[in-house]
């Protein structure tokens, strides 16, 4: 099987061939994103067979000629596999319809299967060559697709979405070569392998872990290198978005897993603190940054960035638990990890989606322009209520089953011996909580501004419904999510070969429990059913409905009540800006905002306004010094442009010199 | 099955089904007594204790009246609420432990439908786009920002001291006296005192009989609400504050609780219990209520961010020494 | 471990100390400050006269007698008189919110349990884990008297990190009433002298706003 799959990467290279031929007529869109979608299918495929199957491996005559190209299947890249699949079909299928608006089918058609071709590259590759060359392509493919509305983009002073990307995707490849270069040693063998019977020494292993957190995690988005993170996933089209927030940060997820629960030697315990305090705090982090922002596509990406932190605090537990040798707990905490992502791919592909369908309806990104789409798009409205309550951890959608289950985790206090473990772990419990409510805050304010109320420009007054294959791909992605939600116990079992090849145990299994609930160590000790508490709700829903029916009598319309002061200029309506302004009020501490309002004396007549300041507690501090610092740089080594050809030779001629000198001088 | 089996389950199903039917009609009841202890505390006669099922009947006859631009979620949304409401009352033990339903949801997911509740609750807030329905959902949430990890941290704390999440097995822990007493237990006690008081929308969080606009935080996220979607929502509002109160007294005081409901004698040493409790309690709320004063609503994050703190704490404390 | 109900007890009101002093660091007026003192005060004494009970060490009920009636009644009486004579400003301006001052307080419990615990590990449970709490009431006091701009909330401050040093002491299996009554009047004559002091921070700035000195000095230098 490992054969027909390592097949797929050139398939989808060959459809991005295709996509630079055919770029500008109908069909090749339909090909293009047609093949994408079969592509995924067997990819989907596969990756579910792979979960169950045994490992298999196959070494390829490619690659570095004495290293040779090894790939390898077993139950984790199974599972990451299906995740691309799932994410990658997904946003095929969106495109088929949402693709028909794009305006440079030239710059986006051959980048998007060659996307699709570099992560699945990483997730089959099994050895630091193939795996970093997948990882580039991803980068490099991704690069260009954030670039393909660059000049659309937004006001130039800002931080400029693809330069900033390609910098960070840079630097995390430069990381992982690193951590690949350490995890090989001396010896140099590149192959995973190798790494694997490789016994290197505490400061290696140390080393390698730190750069392998870097490396993945600044492509995943962990604080504070996710910077780049908010920029460049809106900046793409939409289902691009989708791809690079729901699917490749997994792929990020599958790199440090990969590298840190199978490459590597068990380390240190400050390791595990490590990643539980990037962890905790990229969570609140990002969902705070989620509620201050107006623009909805960047809205999802930040809260992309609290996703990938709640992952990585469950991924956290099960480093802590394995390195103290409470498998059953770490079987438990990369579960709940694992089965997050999966969540997570589901509703925020199915969330950017929804921002698309709005991006094409309206031409707007600002939520302040929208408002009242629930009557112009009412599916649309549909699907996305559903990505927002399932990402808002709210039962019985799946957001709340995973996270329902990295408490359960935290809540195991073994006898950890770390006083840094435990610690971190009540504080963790706190963030994810606190994060957990500021999530469903944020995207109370995202619907409620985007789809609620009444339209605040013609823009939205006039939107129209999406096509249908964009209405087919959201509304799968739903019942998706809701399906996940009510039989959690399907997905945790299907995760069992991944928590045994990992951990070195795996969950009880859950669907033999009597009415599919899930327990995850004992009923008596926690269990929570999905189905029934859906039946439960619905059932008694649809009982009061009919109920209340009978006694009650119908409903007339009239105007709003509005405590006798209705105003009809749609400006007065509550706007995401007020929305967000108690939070703003309470957590702005963080983010030094300050608000100053300029209102003019009685009778002038210009207009008054409010402007708001915000210090970004990341960007400022850390990145904004080395950005001016490489733009003085620059300045200087400006200069270097405009010589003589005589000071060119000479600087040739003095680096050679120099580097005679050290020659002389070393030995 | 055998006929044995049968008839075990159609009891089990018969005591849920009571304890969900008795909740429900009770809980008017419980705000009808706390407004009359207000009232009576504050010298006034103060309306029938029945009043609350009148206003309810009258609400059910009406006509409901309902914005031109409201949409479909407007309409659906005080059901949902109200079913939300109710699941979440449906697996709080009341009288009895072990009911049938109790462990398809634990602490976690009681306090996550609450959760659903209000996002339902607050985006209809916004769906007409009047300003009174965005400043009631903006301050809905930002205090159900804080209140909801507070409500966590309690949580946790019980579990770590119960082993359980599972609120029937976290009573039948207490009911055992093998928690003693302890630190942490109390900090959780009053951080959740805070939390209902915050969850309920009482003073000095929010006040239920206000009429001045500015001060509302609940009422005027509902204020365009009438009729028989009114009466949802208050009778969910309702059901909410008994949910609170027996969850308070079936952690922290679980005497009388039955353990399971095949004993008649049990059953109704339970239910007389629960009532006591909740007469007791509902007393205490009405108390508190007058005697002090609502706060501003910027003051409000300072008060629940203590329960929040204290909630850790007794969480930290729990996890750096057993005896805590 | 050793699960009795006086150990319970005792941890309950050492605990309780630790509660009473993260409400002082929530309250933000100074009236209600005081009562807040009056009740750690309160507690102190229960949690002394608990340990004199089971440790059955009479003399600390002297302990307990002279919290009650200094700590409890005494000193926030005279406080309250202050306030009311100097006609001081009643809210209290921290330095950076009350959340944060909070969050802090928790990190420091966290610590001290942290540094206490496996230091006493020899010790019995009771001990260790009343010390770790002291230490924690401590720590509090200490964090007060810093976020405080008021001198007379950094006088409670003072007070309640007092509080602290006695529950550790008696904690750990007695105390010399000596040492203990001479504490209790050094804290008078240290009540004495800081009221003193205020009257002329008074006198002199018209406030009790402890910046106001750092900006005379300022001015001085």
């Given amino acids: 099987m490992i054969g027909q799959l390592a097949a797929v990467v050139p398939a989808f290279i060959v459809l991005g061939v295709v996509g630079i031929v055919t770029a500008r007529v109908q069909a090749g869109r339909v090909l293009v994103y047609g093949g994408s979608l079969v592509l995924c299918a067997v990819l989907l495929g596969g990756g579910l067979a792979a979960l169950t199957g045994d490992i298999q491996r196959i070494v390829l005559p490619i690659g570095i000629p004495w290293v040779g190209g090894h790939l390898r299947l077993d139950a984790l890249s199974g599972f990451f596999l299906a995740l691309i699949g799932l994410g990658g079909g997904g946003a095929s299928l969106f495109a088929l319809g949402y693709g028909q608006s794009e305006h440079h089918p030239g710059r986006v058609l051959p980048f998007f299967?060659?996307?699709?071709?570099?992560?699945?590259?990483?997730?089959?590759?099994?050895?630091?060559?193939?795996?970093?060359?997948?990882?580039?392509?991803?980068?490099?493919?991704?690069?260009?697709?954030?670039?393909?509305?660059?000049?659309?983009?937004?006001?130039?002073?800002?931080?400029?979405?693809?330069?900033?990307?390609?910098?960070?995707?840079?630097?995390?490849?430069?990381?992982?070569?690193?951590?690949?270069?350490?995890?090989?040693?001396?010896?140099?063998?590149?192959?995973?392998?190798?790494?694997?019977?490789?016994?290197?020494?505490?400061?290696?292993?140390?080393g390698a872990f730190v750069l392998a957190l870097i490396g993945a995690g600044s492509k995943a988005g962990l604080v504070p290198l996710h910077v780049w993170l908010p920029l460049a996933h809106p900046a793409a089209p939409s289902h691009v978005s989708a791809l690079m927030s729901g699917v490749m940060t997994k792929v990020a997820v599958y790199g440090f897993v990969r590298i840190v629960f199978d490459l590597l030697a068990p380390q240190p315990w400050w390791t595990a603190t490590l990643v539980l305090v990037a962890g905790g705090i990229t969570a609140v982090l990002g969902v705070l940054q989620a509620v201050l922002e107006r623009d909805l596509k960047r809205l999802l990406a930040y809260s992309t960035v609290e996703n990938i932190g709640i992952i990585f605090v469950g991924l956290g537990m099960a480093l802590a638990f394995r390195l103290n040798g409470f498998?059953?707990?770490?079987?438990?905490?990369?579960?709940?990890?694992?089965?997050?992502?999966?969540?997570?791919?589901?509703?925020?592909?199915?969330?950017?989606?929804?921002?698309?369908?709005?991006?094409?309806?309206?031409?707007?990104?600002?939520?302040?322009?929208?408002?009242?789409?629930?009557?112009?798009?009412?599916v649309t409205a549909f699907f996305f209520l559903a990505g927002c309550m399932a990402v808002s951890a709210l039962p019985p959608l799946n957001g709340f089953a995973s996270e329902w289950l990295t408490f359960q985790a935290v809540l195991l206090r073994p006898q950890l011996p770390q006083w840094g473990l435990k610690l971190m772990f009540p504080v963790d419990g706190a963030l994810l909580a606190l994060a957990a409510a500021l999530a469903a805050a944020c995207f109370v304010r995202a619907?409620?501004?985007?789809?609620?109320?009444?339209?605040?420009?013609?823009?939205?007054?006039?939107?129209?419904?999406?096509?249908?294959?964009?209405?087919?791909?959201?509304?799968?992605?739903?019942?998706?999510?809701?399906?996940?939600?009510?039989?959690?116990?399907?997905?945790?079992?299907?995760?069992?070969?991944?928590?045994?090849?990992?951990?070195?145990?795996?969950?009880?299994?859950?669907?033999?429990?009597?009415?599919?609930?899930?327990?995850?160590?004992?009923?008596?000790?926690?269990?929570?059913?999905?189905?029934?508490?859906?039946?439960?709700?619905?059932?008694?829903?649809?009982?009061?409905?009919?109920?209340?029916?009978?006694?009650?009598?119908?409903?007339?319309?009239?105007?709003?009540?509005?405590?006798?002061?209705?105003?009809?200029?749609?400006?007065?309506?509550?706007?995401?800006?007020?929305?967000?302004?108690?939070?703003?009020?309470?957590?702005?501490?963080?983010?030094?905002?300050?608000?100053?309002?300029?209102?003019?004396?009685?009778?002038?007549?210009?207009?008054?306004?409010?402007?708001?300041?915000?210090?970004?507690?990341?960007?400022?501090?850390?990145?904004?010094?080395?950005?001016?610092?490489?733009?003085?740089?620059?300045?200087?080594?400006?200069?270097?442009?405009?010589?003589?050809?005589?000071?060119?030779?000479?600087?040739?001629?003095?680096?050679?010199?120099v580097l005679l000198l050290t020659l002389a001088l070393w030995q | 099955m055998k006929g044995a089996d049968v008839l075990a389950m159609l009891h089990a199903l018969l005591a849920q089904g009571v304890q969900m039917t008795v909740i429900l009609l009770l809980a008017p009841l419980l705000t009808g007594y706390v407004r009359k202890v207000k009232a009576r505390l504050q010298r006034r006669r103060g309306p029938d204790l029945v009043q609350p099922y009148r206003d309810l009947r009258r609400l059910l006859g009406k006509e409901a009246v309902i914005a031109d631009n409201a949409s479909w979620l407007f309409r659906v949304a005080p059901y949902f609420v109200f079913a939300a409401t109710w699941v979440a009352a449906a697996l709080i033990p009341t009288f009895a432990a072990n009911l049938m339903f109790s462990w398809s949801g634990d602490l976690i997911a009681i306090t996550a439908l609450l959760g659903s509740a209000r996002f339902a609750l607050a985006l209809a807030g916004m769906d007409i786009g009047t300003a009174f329905g965005g400043i009631g959902a903006s301050r809905e949430v930002m205090i159900a920002s804080i209140a909801e990890p507070a409500m966590l941290m309690i949580v946790f704390s019980v579990a770590l001291i119960a082993g359980s999440t599972q609120l029937s097995t976290v009573a039948e822990y207490m009911l055992s006296g093998a928690a003693g007493i302890r630190v942490s237990l109390a900090m959780a006690l009053i951080a959740l005192l805070v939390v209902a008081i915050a969850e309920n929308g009482r003073v000095p969080v929010d006040n239920p009989a206000t009429h001045l606009e500015l001060t509302m935080v609940h009422e005027a996220m509902v204020l365009e609400y009438s009729g028989r979607h009114l009466a949802m929502i208050e009778w969910a509002a309702s059901l909410k504050l008994m949910l609170y109160i027996s969850m308070i007294a079936c952690i922290?005081?679980?005497?009388?609780?039955?353990?399971?409901?095949?004993?008649?004698?049990?059953?109704?040493?339970?239910?007389?219990?629960?009532?006591?409790?909740?007469?007791?309690?509902?007393?205490?709320?009405?108390?508190?209520?007058?005697?002090?004063?609502?706060?501003?609503?910027?003051?409000?994050?300072?008060?629940?961010?203590?329960?929040?703190?204290?909630?850790?704490?007794?969480?930290?404390l729990l996890f750096v020494s057993q005896g805590m | 471990m050793s699960h009795g109900l006086s150990f319970d007890i005792a941890h309950m009101l050492a605990g309780g100390l630790v509660l009473v002093s993260f409400l002082m660091l929530y309250q933000d007026r100074l009236l209600a400050l005081l009562h807040v003192l009056s009740l750690h005060a309160v507690v102190l004494a229960l949690s002394v006269a608990w340990q004199a009970w089971i440790q059955d060490a009479p003399h600390l009920f002297i302990t307990a007698a002279l919290a009650l009636g200094f700590k409890a009644i005494l000193i926030p009486m005279v406080l309250r008189r202050m306030v009311f004579q100097m006609g001081i400003h009643r809210e209290i301006e921290t330095v950076g919110g009350i959340g944060l001052t909070m969050l802090a307080g928790i990190a420091l419990v966290a610590l001290s349990l942290e540094v206490m615990l496996?230091?006493?590990?020899?010790?019995?449970?009771?001990?260790?884990?009343?010390?770790?709490?002291?230490?924690?009431?401590?720590?509090?006091?200490?964090?007060?008297?810093?976020?405080?701009r008021n001198a007379l909330s950094q006088v409670v401050g003072f007070m309640s990190l007092e509080n602290g040093i006695i529950l550790a002491a008696t904690g750990a299996r007695g105390m010399p009433l000596v040492v203990e009554i001479s504490v209790a009047f050094s804290i008078l004559i240290a009540l004495i002298v800081i009221g003193v002091f205020l009257f002329r921070i008074r006198e002199q700035f018209d406030t009790i706003d402890v910046e106001a000195l750092d900006r005379s000095r300022g001015g001085q230098e």
């Fill in chain 1, 327 to 378: 498998a059953a707990g770490a079987a438990l905490a990369i579960t709940a990890a694992l089965f997050h992502a999966f969540n997570h791919t589901l509703f925020k592909s199915l969330l950017f989606f929804g921002a698309g369908a709005v991006l094409n309806a309206t031409g707007r990104r600002d939520m302040e322009t929208m408002g009242g789409l629930i009557h112009r798009m009412p």
């Fill in chain 2, 252 to 316: 922290f005081i679980p005497i009388g609780l039955a353990g399971d409901t095949n004993s008649p004698l049990g059953n109704a040493v339970g239910v007389t219990s629960w009532i006591a409790k909740m007469a007791v309690l509902g007393a205490a709320l009405g108390v508190a209520e007058t005697a002090v004063a609502k706060m501003r609503v910027f003051r409000v994050p300072n008060y629940l961010g203590a329960a929040l703190m204290l909630g850790l704490l007794g969480v930290l």
């Fill in chain 3, 118 to 148: 496996p230091v006493t590990s020899d010790v019995d449970p009771v001990a260790r884990e009343d010390i770790a709490l002291a230490l924690s009431v401590v720590m509090i006091g200490m964090l007060m008297m810093v976020t405080r």
């Fill in chain 1, 113 to 206: 299967p060659a996307f699709l071709a570099g992560m699945t590259l990483v997730i089959l590759a099994d050895d630091a060559f193939l795996f970093l060359f997948g990882w580039e392509l991803m980068s490099l493919s991704s690069w260009a697709l954030v670039m393909a509305h660059q000049d659309e983009a937004t006001a130039p002073s800002a931080p400029q979405p693809g330069y900033v990307y390609l910098l960070m995707a840079t630097f995390s490849g430069l990381t992982l070569l690193l951590a690949f270069g350490l995890l090989a040693g001396a010896g140099g063998g590149l192959a995973f392998d190798n790494m694997r019977l490789h016994a290197a020494g505490p400061g290696v292993t140390a």
């Fill in chain 1, 447 to 657: 619907y409620g501004a985007a789809f609620l109320g009444r339209p605040r420009t013609p823009a939205a007054e006039q939107a129209t419904e999406v096509d249908h294959w964009s209405l087919t791909a959201m509304g799968g992605f739903a019942l998706l999510c809701l399906l996940a939600g009510i039989f959690p116990g399907a997905v945790i079992d299907a995760l069992a070969p991944v928590s045994q090849a990992m951990t070195g145990a795996r969950m009880p299994v859950q669907l033999a429990d009597p009415w599919l609930t899930i327990a995850p160590i004992a009923a008596s000790r926690s269990s929570y059913n999905g189905l029934l508490v859906f039946s439960f709700i619905a059932v008694s829903m649809l009982l009061t409905i009919a109920a209340v029916h009978r006694v009650s009598r119908g409903i007339r319309r009239s105007p709003p009540w509005d405590c006798g002061f209705p105003q009809a200029a749609p400006d007065t309506q509550y706007s995401a800006t007020s929305f967000q302004q108690p939070i703003r009020r309470v957590f702005g501490v963080i983010f030094r905002v300050r608000d100053s309002v300029d209102m003019p004396a009685p009778g002038e007549r210009r207009a008054a306004s409010i402007t708001q300041r915000r210090w970004d507690p990341i960007w400022d501090p850390l990145y904004a010094p080395i950005a001016g610092l490489v733009s003085w740089i620059a300045e200087r080594m400006n200069v270097l442009q405009f010589l003589t050809i005589r000071s060119y030779l000479s600087f040739v001629f003095g680096a050679l010199v």
